[in-house]
């Protein structure tokens, strides 16, 4: 086929194939993507223009997510607030937010950390610097109206498996491998409250492969009840739906509807 060809890695160290020319059209067809695909040697996701195709290596690890929700009896509105992104390096970030009390004024607080974190994060700015800022601005706003928000944050690096859970002021993460579930808790307060030489969020390694599952919850699901339940419940989890997981969990908690209560269930898989 007469075309220019350039293969490379991107900023990101992501292998990319770059065609141009006219039997780029006669390479375009799932057969012919796929061996090219087995050519280079990873999975890939094509980009193709009237004349070039782009060929970008995907990333070997995927995540399958469940989310289930209850506001608290008597509210219109939930007081936490989550969300899921994949950055384009490759990054997966998952949050959590729980602010003050319930209603209106929590969902507000809520909405706005996680809004302020996704932006931060989006554009680059390393996790741990920027539930910092975030903390640091949500106290300048707190002495004028008040209010405080928890946050829960997991990052995972879909090439590696390599993943870091942070905490402000969090109910405790929750991470199977195999049989066993590891129950992450910290210290920090949330964000907004702490005092200034208290900011820094509790840091948590962690390493995820092929099966394993995370589960970020709010305290409406456990509050200060034995959490015996959700880890047996977690531990016999296989390979169903994660959001199946994430109502369950929700349904059967022992809080009932005494607060709002989410549960955002993350499941690693490899990618085919």
Same mark, same amino acid.
């Given at each position: 086929?007469?075309?220019?060809?350039?293969?490379?890695?991107?900023? &990101?160290?992501?292998?990319?194939?770059?065609?141009?020319?006219?039997?780029?059209?006669?390479?375009?067809?799932?057969?012919?993507?796929?061996?090219?695909?087995?050519?280079?040697?990873?999975?890939?996701?094509?980009?193709?223009?009237?004349?070039?195709?782009?060929?970008?290596?995907?990333?070997?690890?995927?995540?399958?997510?469940?989310?289930?929700?209850?506001?608290? +009896?008597?509210? /219109?509105?939930?007081?936490?607030?989550?969300? &899921? *992104?994949?950055?384009?390096?490759?990054?997966?970030?998952?949050?959590?937010?729980?602010?003050?009390?319930?209603?209106?004024?929590?969902? $507000?607080?809520?909405?706005?950390?996680?809004?302020?974190? %996704?932006? *931060?994060?989006?554009?680059?700015?390393?996790? %741990?610097?920027?539930?910092?800022?975030?903390?640091?601005?949500?106290?300048?706003?707190?002495? %004028?109206?008040?209010? *405080?928000?928890?946050?829960?944050?997991?990052?995972?690096?879909?090439?590696?498996?390599?993943?870091?859970?942070?905490?402000?002021?969090?109910?405790? /993460? &929750?991470?199977?491998?195999?049989?066993?579930?590891? $129950?992450?808790?910290?210290?920090?307060?949330?964000?907004?409250?702490?005092? %200034?030489?208290?900011?820094?969020?509790?840091?948590?390694?962690?390493?995820?492969?092929?099966?394993?599952?995370?589960?970020?919850?709010?305290?409406?699901? /456990?509050?200060?009840?034995? +959490?015996?339940?959700?880890?047996?419940?977690?531990?016999? *989890?296989?390979?169903?739906?994660?959001?199946?997981?994430?109502? +369950?969990?929700?349904?059967?908690?022992?809080?009932?509807?005494?607060?709002?209560?989410?549960?955002?269930?993350?499941?690693?898989?490899? $990618?085919?």
């Amino acid at each position: 086929l007469e075309m220019e060809t350039a293969v490379y890695r991107d900023e &990101y160290g992501r292998l990319r194939a770059e065609l141009k020319g006219e039997g780029c059209q006669t390479l375009d067809t799932p057969e012919e993507l796929a061996a090219l695909s087995d050519l280079l040697g990873v999975p890939t996701r094509a980009e193709a223009g009237e004349e070039s195709l782009t060929l970008i290596q995907l990333e070997p690890l995927m995540a399958v997510a469940g989310v289930a929700a209850r506001k608290k +009896d008597g509210e /219109t509105v939930s007081g936490d607030a989550g969300t &899921y *992104f994949k950055r384009g390096d490759g990054t997966l970030y998952v949050l959590l937010c729980d602010g003050m009390g319930s209603g209106p004024q929590a969902n $507000r607080e809520s909405s706005l950390a996680l809004r302020l974190l %996704e932006q *931060f994060l989006q554009a680059g700015v390393e996790t %741990e610097h920027a539930l910092v800022t975030l903390n640091s601005a949500l106290a300048l706003r707190g002495e %004028e109206a008040g209010g *405080f928000t928890t946050v829960d944050l997991l990052q995972v690096d879909l090439f590696t498996g390599d993943g870091v859970v942070f905490k402000l002021g969090a109910a405790p /993460t &929750y991470v199977r491998k195999g049989g066993t579930v590891r $129950r992450i808790s910290g210290a920090s307060l949330p964000a907004g409250l702490a005092a %200034e030489e208290r900011s820094a969020p509790d840091r948590f390694p962690i390493h995820l492969s092929p099966g394993d599952c995370v589960l970020l919850v709010s305290d409406g699901v /456990t509050g200060t009840e034995d +959490d015996s339940w959700l880890r047996e419940r977690l531990v016999k *989890f296989d390979q169903g739906s994660p959001k199946e997981l994430a109502r +369950d969990l929700i349904t059967h908690s022992p809080q009932g509807a005494t607060d709002d209560s989410t549960a955002l269930v993350i499941r690693l898989e490899k $990618r085919e």
